[in-house]
């Protein structure tokens, strides 16, 4: 069996090099495939049948099936032509790969209109133009049920960073970089997949090109092509995927964070120049993604460190040098380093020569800054992440390439660390422990100081004899009982757990340049026995190692610098009030404001995963608390956050409610997390942490949010508009969930096989909305506390209806606050749209309860009662399920756990959990399509409700309607729903109906 039996590829340029081995091993993989080729030089002359007709041979001689195409991919009738071949040979077309191209390198002054038009029309226009005709192919077939298909496109190096002398080919790889974006989100509800490569192969299109070394084979870019085709890539879908010999990678387009200028007033040319570095500086990283990096995470302090290693680094370059690697290469390269000397590295027969300057005249010019530079000699930076970043620039990609590979970078670095000691100020020269302590020196000074920080209490019952078996350094014994904890070198006593680990991952662990949890996850930790190992790693005090690691740093042998990198990775110092404290702060207060009189039948253990701080576990149980670090096997909700985002709730600089709306903080039991809110008094916790912090150290400004106008909502974010981050397909599975879980059995939902096809339910909108106006009522700016929000009116006017794989884009806009006597009224519009056409609008009322506003002498005005029915035309009932809110939930994504947690919904007053508003109100919107549309959903114009009153599981809820008028072929209906006892759930109900449906968005 294959990965690709039954299907048929179509493999453009496939008579030679690339192409080839593409179509060679998706034939091997079972596909029946069409080698397409026009038999032409790389630059796109003499054309012939000759190399098409040898890779079918190829083909059939495996025991695969073949056909030839020379048809031209750059025009419309050769596309055409192309696809015919398939389907005459095989029937059908499964999979395209867009290969085909040719080269006509000229720099731009010198480049002629008819070199770049035809490398564009080979390339750009001829992905277009065969894409398009099998994405036609593939829709007939969709219409007939047979769903899906593979384009894979292809892209290169040139066209998505830049290459010399490339305008043309760079321009059509660059457009075929979009196009795949593009197709991608277009295609997606045909079942097509659109993916891109960007490979780097020895060719006959490439063999006087000196970038790509003799080492890329064409036959490694062709797996990629392989996997992307099969179904293990079904959910692959609009990526970029470079391939250079063995190693693979993805390209991503990525913003940077920017700077936003307040108020209205347009940037000045003088401040983006002042303002330049900060809107260029990439995002920073997670909290903990520097881990793996070594201690000396930041360049040294000193600038002649930097220059030291660079020095010493192109001194001993000459010695690391292996000429094997380097046969028939003669290079002359300039290193322009800015910040510090220039050096000039030489590469001939007579071996490899360095010199402080600029000498002769060069074949590549390599420029860098001196603290880039260091941080790859180093090991601080990868080289190739710094290049593919820009930090790292080349004039001839060819030898910068082979430059990487012409050196044994292992004998480098174990020069450079027998060096350090005599290099000036280069304390960071190798790896971090090199400038201070050795490994060996690191782990001895952690095992004899670990009995000092143990922490009996975490241990009790606990006995065990852990045996540290240290590749490359002596072993060690933990001993553990009930006299305590004892170290000895050597392995001693019969072990109940053995660890096996190499001296330099546990000599990073212990300074913190290594996660414990991601060095066992990747194999680098092994114990027999993980119960012990768990035990181990909550059973010791950390805070207090790291204080006594420092304060013996001093002493120890060959010590001097020890108290810079990694002192400073593992412990902020005093006063600095980073993120990390701040939360280990705010746990260790934690159980001083603890109020028991609100956990009341309260069991739980929350586990708080905090990146770049660690984790803890709360432990809340018969009117008690408990926090101690580490993770519990039996959490009962797992709440994630940063560092900075969770110091940030502790010292009330973000509200919680607003962390939650904006996904800065997950919980996997909201149910828990509400009740946690409730039983801890965070007010109190944040005026100790305040209280704690030092003088010296205030937030910046910049770091919190923009604080709520005082008494309410910020009137200033009316007019301010968001939006969903990325556009939405309307998926029919969603839609199957949203119409079953309303109980909404309608056909136009349902029957695919129905004239026209599927609709979504009309109020299945809300799901789509529902991410941009979480990001629009959870605005910190806003200032709203949704804890106290309700949803009181909705009005929803359907001008288009969703049909399966339509792609929308969700807006959301403040349209206006209004002070009521016991809150205030927040009102935004909602708009949905398909292929940048509006499909649906939706204005809703929310009110926001103020608590220390109490209703005035007679209470809030009585809202106007609803007219009374003159007439009821139409009734329908509906019994609400047990399941109905959980239902909902997962089918709209309203997972409120006042609707999905019994135990929520009573600490909020209600008997039970209650139903979502909206539920209630896709049950009239059942009863309106189906009493006064005559089924037919597409006739439904406006809906719209007042939410007056909770609604139980088990309710019997009944919908009434009656007629109000028409207008312009337009019918008005009121309605309302009351429950089993009479009392009214929704009121001022209105519909509107139309004579005729809607054109079904096609």
Not at 511 to 536: H, R, S, V
Request: hydrophobic share 45%; charged share 25%.
């Amino acid at each position: 069996m294959g990965l690709l039996d039954g299907k048929v590829a179509i493999v453009t340029g496939a008579g030679g090099g690339i192409g080839r081995c593409h179509a060679l091993l998706l034939a091997r993989e079972g596909a029946r495939v069409v080698v397409n080729d026009l038999g032409v030089a790389r630059d796109g002359s003499a054309a012939g049948q000759r190399m098409a007709d040898q890779v079918v041979a190829e083909i059939e001689a495996q025991g695969g099936k073949a056909a030839a195409s020379y048809d031209s991919v750059a025009t419309r009738e050769g596309a055409q032509a192309l696809l015919k071949t398939a389907l005459d040979a095989f029937g059908r077309a499964d999979i395209l790969v867009n290969n085909a191209g040719i080269l006509r390198d000229k720099t731009l002054l010198k480049l002629d209109d008819e070199a770049f038009d035809l490398v564009i029309a080979v390339h750009l226009r001829g992905t277009y133009v065969c894409s398009q005709v099998f994405a036609e192919h593939v829709k007939a077939r969709a219409e007939q049920g047979d769903r899906g298909g593979r384009i894979i496109n292809t892209s290169s190096y040139a066209g998505l960073i830049g290459n010399f002398g490339q305008t043309n080919y760079a321009a059509a790889k660059a457009g075929i970089y979009a196009m795949t974006k593009v197709w991608a989100l277009e295609l997606a509800k045909l079942g097509v997949t659109v993916n891109c490569i960007a490979p780097m192969a020895k060719t006959r299109m490439t063999e006087d090109i000196e970038a790509v070394p003799e080492t890329m084979l064409p036959e490694q870019v062709a797996p990629m092509v392989l996997y992307l085709a099969s179904e293990l890539a079904a959910e692959v879908n609009g990526r970029v995927f470079g391939i250079h010999g063995q190693q693979l990678l993805e390209y991503k387009m990525l913003m940077t964070e920017g700077v936003t200028k307040p108020g209205k007033e347009l940037w000045t040319p003088q401040e983006i120049h002042d303002k330049l570095p900060q809107i260029a500086a990439d995002r920073p990283a997670a909290p903990g993604a520097a881990a793996a990096a070594p201690a000396t995470a930041a360049p040294p302090a000193a600038p002649a460190g930097d220059e030291a290693v660079i020095e010493t680094a192109f001194t001993l370059l000459p010695q690391v040098f292996v000429p094997e690697r380097a046969k028939g290469w003669k290079a002359t390269i300039h290193f322009d380093i800015a910040g510090t000397s220039p050096w000039t590295v030489t590469i001939d027969d007579q071996g490899c020569r360095t010199e402080k300057g600029k000498a002769g005249a060069p074949t590549c010019v390599v420029t860098v800054d001196k603290a880039t530079y260091a941080q790859v000699l180093t090991g601080q930076e990868k080289p190739e992440k710094a290049f593919m970043a820009g930090k790292i620039k080349a004039t001839n990609l060819g030898d910068m390439m082979k430059f990487g590979s012409a050196f044994d970078m292992k004998k480098a670095r174990e020069l450079a660390a027998s060096h350090a000691p005599k290099a000036a100020a280069a304390p960071a020269a190798a790896a971090a422990p090199a400038a201070a302590l050795t490994p060996e020196q690191v782990i001895d000074q952690a095992f004899a100081l670990l009995p000092q920080v143990f922490v009996p209490e975490r241990a009790k019952g606990w006995k065990a004899t852990i045996h540290f078996d240290i590749a490359g350094a002596s072993p060690w014994t933990v001993t553990i009982d009930d006299r305590g904890c004892r170290t000895e070198k050597g392995k001693a006593g019969a072990p109940t757990c053995v660890v096996t680990v190499d001296k330099d991952t546990y000599a990073q662990i212990l300074t913190g340049q290594e996660k414990p949890e991601k060095a066992f996850m990747a194999g680098k930790i092994k114990a027999t026995n993980l119960g012990d190992m768990m035990k181990f790693g909550s059973a010791f005090d950390m805070k207090k190692a790291r204080e006594l690691a420092a304060s013996h740093a001093p002493k120890a042998a060959h010590a001097a610098g020890v108290a810079a990198p990694q002192a400073a990775v593992v412990a902020p110092q005093a006063g600095a009030a980073s993120p990390a404290a701040v939360v280990a702060r705010g746990f260790e207060v934690l159980p001083g404001v603890f109020q028991p009189q609100h956990a009341a039948g309260w069991k739980a253990a929350l586990v708080f995963d905090v990146a770049g701080a660690g984790e803890w576990t709360v432990r809340v149980q018969d009117g008690t608390c408990a926090v101690t670090r580490g993770k519990a096997d039996d959490a009962t909700c797992v709440i994630k956050a940063t560092a900075d985002d969770y110091g940030k709730l502790l010292t009330g600089e973000l509200k919680a409610e607003q962390a939650f709306m904006q996904r800065r903080v997950t919980a996997s039991n909201l149910g828990d997390m509400m009740k946690f809110g409730r039983a801890f008094d965070m007010k109190k916790a944040a005026e100790q942490l305040r209280q704690a912090a030092p003088a010296a150290a205030p937030a910046a400004p910049s770091a919190a949010p923009a604080a709520p106008k005082a008494g309410g909502m910020d009137r200033a974010a009316i007019g301010r508009r968001f939006a969903s981050p990325e556009p939405q397909f309307a998926r029919p599975e969603h839609m199957r969930l949203f119409a079953r879980a309303t109980e909404d059995e309608n056909a136009a939902y349902l029957d695919e096989a129905r004239p026209g096809g599927v609709v979504a339910p009309p109020m299945f909108a809300v799901r789509l909305l529902k991410d941009a106006l979480f990001r629009t009522v959870g605005d910190p700016a806003l200032g709203a506390d949704l804890m106290r929000l309700v949803h009181g009116e909705q009005d929803m006017e359907f001008l288009r209806p969703l049909r399966p794989w339509d792609l929308v884009a969700a807006r959301c806009e403040v349209t206006g606050i209004e002070e009521k006597s016991t809150g205030e009224l927040l009102q935004v519009e909602e708009r949905l749209l398909v292929d940048g056409q509006l499909a649906v609008r939706v204005r809703a009322s929310m009110f926001i309860r103020d608590p220390n506003k109490k209703k005035a002498a007679g209470g809030e005005p009585a809202a106007a009662e609803a007219a009374p029915p003159r007439a009821v035309a139409w009734k329908d009932q509906v019994t609400v399920a047990p399941d109905q809110s959980l239902r909902y939930a997962e089918a709209s994504l309203d997972n409120n756990p006042i609707h999905t947690d019994p135990e929520v919904a009573k600490l909020a007053g209600f008997p039970g959990v209650i139903l979502q508003g909206l539920c209630t109100m896709s049950f009239a919107c059942r009863a309106v399509v189906n009493a006064a549309a005559g089924g037919d959903p597409l006739r439904l114009r406006r809906l719209a409700a007042r939410f007056s009153r909770p609604v139980l599981m088990g309710d019997v809820l009944t919908v009434e309607g009656w007629d109000q008028d028409e207008r312009e072929g337009v019918r008005s209906y009121g309605f309302r729903i009351v429950n089993q006892k009479g009392d009214e759930v929704i009121t001022h109900g209105v519909a509107e109906v139309s004579a005729a449906a809607h054109d079904g968005g096609r």
